[in-house]
């Protein structure tokens, strides 16, 4: 039977402060979020000359990552606290927290994902030529020849249909 004991709570607080300092929040943000106004840099009009659809590869970390290593490292330590008797019993919960921990963390979900992703090439008025690459959006579809806006914001861009 597994008694409660003052090292195994601290041995268990000590797991979570440690996995929480980990950093678990991923936080990924767009340039701008919906209903949101931004600045706008600049405004530039132009014709598509090249439309490529094009996909690419992403990896997408498992969110719930520190959870599972915290998980592991906890159920670890439990089993590990069962083993030895004084410093004994300390070592194998550490050893215990350690090998869960490890185990946690290695059955983590990490997959690949496919991004549809549009790739144009656009003559501006001026006859420059620039390249832009964004997510496709079945919406808006592009064709050589169309006019278009590219809308400069704060450390991005986006093209759209010229209205």
Do not use: C
């Amino acid at each position: 039977m597994l008694k409660p004991t003052p090292s195994l709570f601290r041995f268990i607080w000590s797991v979570f402060i440690l996995v929480a300092s980990l950093g678990l929040s991923t936080s990924a943000s767009a340039a701008y979020e919906r209903n949101q106004a931004v600045p706008v840099e600049k405004v530039e009009y132009g014709y598509i000359t090249s439309v490529r659809n094009i996909t690419q590869t992403q990896l997408v970390e498992d969110r719930n990552q520190g959870w599972r290593t915290f998980g592991g490292a906890l159920i670890g330590g439990v089993i590990g606290h069962q083993f030895g008797g004084g410093s004994g019993q300390d070592v194998a919960t550490v050893l215990g927290a350690l090998i869960g921990g490890g185990i946690g963390h290695s059955a983590g979900g990490d997959y690949y994902q496919q991004l549809k992703l549009v790739e144009l090439m656009i003559r501006y008025e001026d006859g420059q030529e620039v390249m832009v690459i964004q997510d496709l959006d079945p919406g808006m579809i592009f064709n050589v020849d169309d006019e278009v806006r590219v809308v400069y914001l704060q450390g991005g861009v986006r093209v759209d249909l010229a209205m």
